[in-house]
């Protein structure tokens, strides 16, 4: 029996390469190998989302002209020329801005010696419960004068320097939280909203109209958060508040829970009461929640999905965590690989080369799955398919951190199955891998070998690899997804971006079968097919997918549909003149952010049920009852029957 094929039909999110729909943070990773014009279009579009420029003409098809913070027009030349190095500066990994990492507020413990301690202090300020050695007299204007009897320990502010400075920032002053009602929500989770918009705005086709043609509970959302909501707003403050003298507040915690990208996408996004899951696998978890949706589209129990994260962690007490695992490239291990005195926090990143760490980052990506009969239906623009992921553990470990084995079952699985799908030529010859490439010495070594090994065993040569982390840091969860999208962009441009911030590959990296771009690497006339997405995680939490192009799904669906292919090819220009539209819009600021607080509620009165199924209003389809015993012959049949 033939199955469903999941395939792309939107995609969404923001990084520190910018906005991914309409290829525009693609687009920044391989800037200096585009032709002029897309060159401007980039650095008007990302001057724009920064708030360096604002559209001067709002709701326009085409926005021609741009106004400063001055109030000054100015044409997409003078954009160009007048923002573009602030721009490349704002953008990829860089320095620090959230906060300030070398001054980090924290509390010092001291301990105070002698027979007794004497201070002043304001009556309204004493802790509730005393501390059982002092003693407290009235002093005049509502102070008091405390006498402590005994030596003890005390927190005195002071402040701390971080030794890794370098993250993969969103884009310099772009803030999530302005683009709509955030309503003290994390981080992590206005991105979440904001990364889910952009892929649906980017379908093309209404989200209505999408909904209407499917069956509520065919419809499902698979997001997550690897470590939570971290930003004060969520855990952070939680875990705060009282070292710091606060309030826990009633959000912090149903806010911090790492299903919450979910949820606010359900609830705020699509409005859906369909299918929801929330999966983490550490640093693979895109792919977690990605092998479910596949699988579900697949087996035909879901016709739509939602899937993605949205992870903000760049925050001093993730960075100090890792950084005593040693696991990010600390400002003084950077400056001895370059031999200098101050840190190039540009190329802190360094997969495949001499390197030292991986760069925290933050990032949300969202993609929207449709099965092949519901695209071609509404006429969905296609931008890859993902037939297949796989997910495999490390079975015994000696550290939880270490890679293992699963990886590569999980990597040869998915060549495996590509070729079944493809065919041999489209995998040895039209593949590239997209490496989890994590930027630490024992990932260039192990993943490296993991490549040549598997090439080996299926007789590949000059095995294109790439890593998007080279430019965008490492966003834990989503960092998969960053690699995919970074993907789509090589299937629309034909350009596999170069491992840039590398000037040669280290001595113990396997080469024998890989081939390590260190420039942008345009494959136009070789035309890739597939592109393989390897994670590995913490903990041996290790996947691999397989993302067919857009090229390659065309002619699986023409084979599929025969004369209904081209009827949908005809279909499908209308959506991509609509997401064209919307792009426009995007590249002008206009991000059309949708948040759907305060939208009447589902009437639970007004709920139909049957033995048939039930029927919610507002949704042009019921929910029907799946009929059949699939354990029927261990039914037991009564002597009545």
Known sequence: MSHSLPVIVGFGGYNAA???????????????????????????????????????????????????????????????????????????????????????????????????????????????????????????????????????????????????KAAGELPKGFNPADHYNSRFHPRGLQMAILGSSDAVHSLGIPWDKVADHVRPDQ?????????????????????????????????????????????????????SVGHTEAITGACATFLYVLQAAVRDIRSGRRRVAMVGNAESTIVSEVSEGFSNMSALGSDENICKLDGTEKPDWRRASRPFGHNCGFTLAEATQYIVLMDDALAVELGADIHGAVSDVFINADGVKKSISAPGVGNYISFSKAVAAAIEVVGKDAVQNHSFVHAHGSSTPANRTTESELIDRVATAFDIYDWPVTA??????????????????????????????????????????????????????????????????????????????????????????????????????ARREQTRSHSAAYAARADAGQLDVIYRFGEPLINEAGLSISAEGVSVPGFAQQVIFEKGNPWQDMRETAAAD
């Open 219 to 271: 419809v499902g959302v698979y997001s997550s958060s690897a470590l939570g909501q971290m930003t004060e707003e969520g855990f952070a403050g939680l875990f705060q508040a009282r070292l710091k003298g606060n309030r826990t507040t009633a959000k912090q915690v149903p806010m911090a829970l790492n299903s919450m990208p979910a949820d606010f996408i359900n609830a705020y996004v699509l409005g």
């Open 468 to 569: 998007a982390k080279s430019f965008v840091g490492h966003s834990l969860s989503t960092a998969s997804g960053d690699q995919l999208v970074s993907a789509l962009g090589t299937f629309k441009y034909h350009m596999i971006p170069g491992i840039k911030t590398v000037s040669e590959i280290a001595p113990d990296v396997h080469q024998e079968r890989a081939r390590f771009a260190l420039k942008d690497m345009d494959v136009s006339e070789q035309r890739m097919d597939v592109a393989f997405i390897n994670s590995k995680g913490f903990g041996g939490n290790n996947a691999t997918a397989v993302v067919l192009s857009p090229s390659k799904v065309d002619s699986m669906l023409a084979q599929r549909y025969g004369d209904k292919f081209a009827n949908y090819c």
């Open 18 to 164: 910018g906005r991914s729909s309409s290829h525009q943070a693609f687009r920044r990773m391989v800037f200096e190998s585009l032709p002029a014009p897309e060159q401007q279009q980039t650095v008007v579009g990302l001057a724009c989302l920064m708030g360096y420029v604002s559209a001067h003409s709002p709701g326009a098809e085409q926005n021609e002209s741009y106004q400063d913070k001055e109030g000054t027009v100015l044409t997409a030349d003078q954009v160009d020329t007048r923002f573009r190095q602030e721009v490349l500066d704002g953008t990829l990994i860089r320095k620090i801005e959230l906060f300030d990492a070398t001054a980090v507020a924290g509390h010092k413990k001291i301990n105070v010696t002698g027979d007794r301690l004497v201070f002043t202090m304001t009556k309204r300020d004493l802790p509730h419960n005393l501390p059982k050695d002092w003693q407290v007299r009235d002093l005049e204007e509502g102070n008091v004068e405390v006498t402590a009897s005994s030596a003890g320990q005390y927190l005195v502010e002071t402040h701390h320097e971080l030794i890794a």
